[in-house]
Every structure is written in C-alpha cells, then in structure tokens.
C-alpha cells in the first residue's frame, strides 16, 4: 500500500472554536514524547507597537542525542537550549488551532528540526489555551496573520541565532485557523458570508453579530516572504476570487469526518480554488484532531475531545506518515543547504 493509500484509511471530533483549549493540557500534562533528535528551546517575541509580546517555542537541527525534557509535567525527548547546528537553515512559522498552543504539533516541528529546519511557533494571543479573551470575534482572525510575520521579523532580525537562518527560505504551517491564518499570510481575502453555517441565526457569538453588521476588519496584506505553505485542515471562508492571489506551492490536507468548523466540503472548496493544484492530501476514517500530535494516556483522560479516533484509526502511525508527507514538500519547495546539520 502506498503511503496516500495508508492516509486514505485513517480519526473524529467537532465544534467551532472549542475543545482546542485543551491543547494546553496536551503541553501542561504529558504528551507523547518526540521521536527525534531535536533542539528545544522557549522564545518571547517583545512586544511593539503593533502587539503585545508573542511566546512560544522553536525546535532546531541539534547535534546531540536526545534527552527527557520535563516541562512540567509535559515530556519531551530532545535537548533544551541545544546550540543550533548548521548554516543557511530554512525557517517554518506555525500557527495552530483555535485555542491552542505553540506546542501542539510538536512531533512534526521535531521531524522538521532533525530534517535541517528551524521551527518557530507561537501562543497567538486573545486565541490560545491560555487566554481565549478574543477567540470569538473577527479581530482575533485579524491579527493571526500579523502575529506570525512578527515572529517571523523576530526569527530573522532579533533571535539570536539568525545569522544561522536563510533569510529567503521560509515555510508555513499552520492548522484549522492556523490554516486559515496561513492562506491570509500568502494572499488570500475572506468572504464572512460564504459560510452561513459557522453562524446560524439565532448564534450570540459575537463575530456572527460583526458578520451581520458588516464589521470586518481589513485583511492584512501577505508575507511575501513564505515560499510555501502547509495548510491543515484549514477553517475555510474562502471561494476562488478570495484564492486567486495565492501564488506559492501549497500542500493541502483534509480530515473526511472534519471538526471544529471545519468539514471535508470546505477544504475541498480550498483545493478547487487554489490558482495552482495543491499537493493534496485526504486522511479517511480522520477527524479534525487527528492532525493534533498524539495524546499520551494522561492527556487522552483530560481532554478527550482532541483524543478520542474513530475506530481504527492510528494517530501515531497516521504521524509517521503525515510528518514524512510535510518534510518531502518542504524539501521539494525549501531545501535544506548541504550545511543543515553540520556545525557551522
């Protein structure tokens, strides 16, 4: 069976912008460990005048053996504060869920680390585990796309190894509203009215009420600076007008149960309007978490919602393959130099 043959056998859960504030407890109370030799390491964006300060995480090329990283009581295998090894490493900016966390494809920024690639991912703030002050307005859909060219700006003027980073290979991923974000980030315009059914009408969420009154907030203009764009299961406001200024390579993916806003008919508006074909993928028997990184047993009784697969479906072995799937078009587009992984 071919690798697309296995993701099209393969997870289940719904509901507009929730359950995702369990992330956190997926960071905060042990999630299955990585799987490869990666640096680890806490960053803070500052905060300027166009936002308050961004934290999150980077995952880079690390020369020596993993170890436990307790994160209390998160595990991981890596190596905390690991000196970055290599030179002209390409960077990927990650954006996550509705509600989510930095850490919550930690298993895929760990393949890409032990790959060659530098990872970058972000809290977004007034959407994350931690504060969901603004998750039900239009403003927090607004500010995504600013919130990750700030980390990148950080990434490649501020952080303190950039002088590691080439500067002209950056990446994307990015996952339900995080996939959202990122088709923003590389030119794509919204259209609030195209989906009736996130805001039926007797919804109080407040960005249903900014729907009905026409208060949406200008779109941010694109990062040219992304060369290609992993979108997950992204939530979707987007017809082929909206997606026509989308010009880098996009490798799209779709849950078949959905979840969250999102179902298998909205990506797949995604992939019909793209300008150019996606390197398209279909996780059968898949709900919207399944692209989260695997629950370990304590994470799985906490947060059950973002845990729970349909019958047969295999998170872990699902990831062996998803993880491959996103390092292969990284490549393909972003292409580790010959000097990621050697000391520079």
């Not at 803070?44 to 436990?68: I, K």
């Not at 059914?197 to 200008?218: H, K, M, Q, V």
Request: proline share 9%; aromatic share 8%; net charge neutral.
């Amino acid at each position: 069976m071919t690798s697309t043959g296995f993701i099209s056998r393969l997870h289940a859960r719904p509901g507009f912008g929730s359950a995702f504030r369990w992330l956190s407890t997926a960071a905060l109370c042990c999630a299955a460990t990585l799987a490869h030799a990666a640096g680890f390491a806490f960053i803070e964006v500052p905060a300027d005048q166009v936002g308050p300060a961004l934290r999150g995480a980077v995952w880079s090329p690390c020369s020596t053996p993993p170890g436990r990283i307790d994160l209390a009581p998160l595990v991981l295998q890596g190596t905390r504060d690991c000196p970055v090894t290599g030179s002209g490493l390409p960077l990927v900016v990650v954006s996550h869920g509705a509600g989510g966390s930095a850490l919550g494809h930690h298993d895929t920024a760990a393949a890409l680390a032990d790959a060659g690639y530098v990872v970058a991912a972000i809290h977004h703030p007034g959407d994350n585990f931690q504060d969901m002050s603004r998750q039900g307005h239009l403003s927090a859909f607004a500010t995504r796309p600013v919130d990750i060219k700030r980390l990148t700006d950080y990434m490649l003027g501020a952080w303190p190894q950039r002088a590691q980073l080439d500067a002209g290979k950056v990446g994307f991923f990015g996952f339900s509203r995080g996939g959202y974000t990122g088709l923003v980030a590389t030119g794509a315009v919204p259209d609030w009215m195209l989906r009736p059914d996130l805001c039926p009408p007797l919804s109080t969420r407040p960005l249903c009420g900014e729907i009905r009154r026409n208060e949406i907030p200008a779109t941010p203009a694109p990062d040219a600076r992304i060369k290609a764009a992993v979108i997950v299961d992204p939530l979707s406001v987007f017809d082929a007008k909206g997606l026509r200024q989308v010009g880098v390579p996009v490798q799209l993916w779709a849950s078949a149960l959905g979840g969250d806003g999102v179902t298998l008919n909205s990506v797949e508006t995604v992939r019909q309007g793209l300008p150019r074909a996606p390197d398209w993928h279909l996780a059968t028997n898949a709900g919207h978490y399944a692209f989260l990184a695997p629950c370990s047993p304590a994470l799985a009784e906490v947060a059950p919602d973002i845990c729970r697969d349909a019958p047969g479906f295999d998170r872990v072995a699902f990831h062996q393959v998803f993880n491959a799937h996103v390092v292969q078009f990284f490549q393909r587009h972003i292409p580790a130099s010959a000097a990621a992984g050697k000391a520079p």
